[in-house]
């Protein structure tokens, strides 16, 4: 090209959660039955949307024919309103329909957000991080992105003084991302923590952005939303219906801002992605439409109910399975679907292999990892010699050894075997050499 036409950041866009699929289709195609433990996909997974959320997307589907069409550029009013009045019942900070702004998904949101941000601001996000952010933040920044630690030792917690470290001695920190209940790690953020870190962005004129994708999937510890401590200092709450209907195919995400009023830079900001959402001139219509019908239906608290019961009692299957496994750190998830082990320090090394039967698939493993991180070496060995297909911390902006799994095996005796399988594979690769 007569010009470079590549974007600088174009180097930071990177998912392991799905680019780990390459090497899996590739083992498969070899022969190895793949278990794909990777993505965070209830309805891919076996999660059967109940009867009576289906009846009423097809009653819009059937009888509303504004469902077809396109909706006000911040989404449904009736939608926003429904959703500020919410919000304000539960007390915390107040908001308005016009506070809420709806995307095609958080992923269109997390992209928007991070785009539209001044290329020299910096968000600081939790390590390990989830690659949507990551990679957004680090691609809108051309750098790798900036990020606090999550202690494994301290039940996942945020080291808050490391936070306060980054944010004194990077002056171009502008937020902090908080992603509660957290993935990779399943961890909530006790009120405690979520105070520290906005007393840190009001003590630094900073605002907070929190993912709250997860917040009715809660089976320990107690879900602190950010409207509940944000005070006067500004944020933006991520939400939407992908995890706990589940209905990721919707695409149905939102923002909810809190003070923007309070700080000029800030409301300008916002007002940027109401402006760009506008160039787009909508998001999808028929899930906002649902929303509301969906969240006052009286079977709605007892379905959560049921999916946080069901989530609660694989989290305590992992935490048994792994409790004596000396070499790692598996603490026991409270929230979303999502459980990390962290190989302790010195535990793996390149010289570790599992047995592998087939010829052609063994070849193909010992290509790979040549070079490649220990927790990505642990990974493919793990793919070749049981089909478990997990991904490793490294592919998620982290510097600890580890890996994610999901929660969202349906059978729950088929879901503690896996375990076992993954404990076994463990054990025997620490002791392989």
Known sequence: MRNNIVHPGADELTYEIREIVAVGERMQKMGVPIRWENIGDPVAKGQVVPEWIKEIVADLVANDNSSYGYSPTRGVFATRE?????????GGAQITPDDILFFNGLGDAIQTSFLYLHPRSRI???????????????????????????????????????????????????????????????????????????????????????????????????????????????????????????WPGARCGWIEVYNKERDPTFARYMKTLVDAKML???????????????????????????????????????AEVFQDVDSVIANKPQGAFYAS????????????????QDEQVRSYVEELTPGIPDDKRFVYYLMAATGITVVPLSGMNSDLVGFRI????????????????LRNAIEHYIASA
């Open 124 to 246: 600081l996000g939790p390590n390990p991080a989830y690659p949507t952010y990551s990679s957004a933040e680090g691609a809108h920044a051309d750098a790798r992105h900036l990020t606090y630690r999550l202690l494994p030792e301290k039940g996942w917690q945020p080291d808050l003084a490391d936070i306060r470290n980054k944010v004194q001695y990077n002056p171009e920190i502008s937020g902090i991302l908080i992603i509660n209940p957290d993935n990779p790690t399943g961890v909530v953020y006790t009120r405690e923590t979520l105070e520290g870190i906005v007393a840190i962005a009001r003590e630094f004129d900073l605002f907070v952005m929190s993912d709250e994708i997860y917040a009715n999937i809660v089976y320990g510890g107690d879900m602190v939303p950010l409207s509940q401590v944000v005070g006067d200092v500004p944020g933006i709450a991520f939400k939407g219906l992908s995890k706990e209907v589940p």
């Open 82 to 90: 429904f959703l500020a009045g919410m919000r304000n019942a539960e």
């Open 280 to 318: 787009e001139v909508c998001s999808t219509t028929l899930p906002q439409k649902a929303l509301p019908r969906i969240m006052s239906d009286e079977r709605y608290a007892p379905h959560l109910r049921e999916v946080a019961d069901e989530y609660a009692r694989k989290a305590y299957v992992f």
């Open 406 to 421: 999901t929660l969202l095996e349906p059978d729950i005796v088929v879901f503690g075997a896996v375990l076992e399988t």
């Open 341 to 356: 082990v962290v190989f302790k320090d010195g535990a793996l090394h390149s010289r570790q292999t599992l047995p592998i």
